[in-house]
């Protein structure tokens, strides 16, 4: 995941996020996306259980991300 968002912008990291969700989340017998190096993971979408596992760096990114957006300096 840090690789993959390494050197975007937020916007892009949130829509990567959307995506690499997607492909997890999408039933096994339906097409998906190819994410280049991320697609390996797109077979935890056979197993429910480790679509967590799978994706728990990426809820993470994006709650910092959306929490950043909340936070002040002053």
Known sequence: MTD???????????????????????????????????????????FPVRVKCASLAWHTLKAALERHEHTTTE
């Open 4 to 46: 993959a968002v390494k050197g975007h912008t937020v916007a892009e990291a949130r829509s990567l996020f959307e995506r690499f969700h997607h492909v997890v989340t999408t039933p096994p017998d339906q097409p998906v996306e190819d994410l280049g190096k991320l697609s390996v993971l797109a077979g935890v979408r056979e």
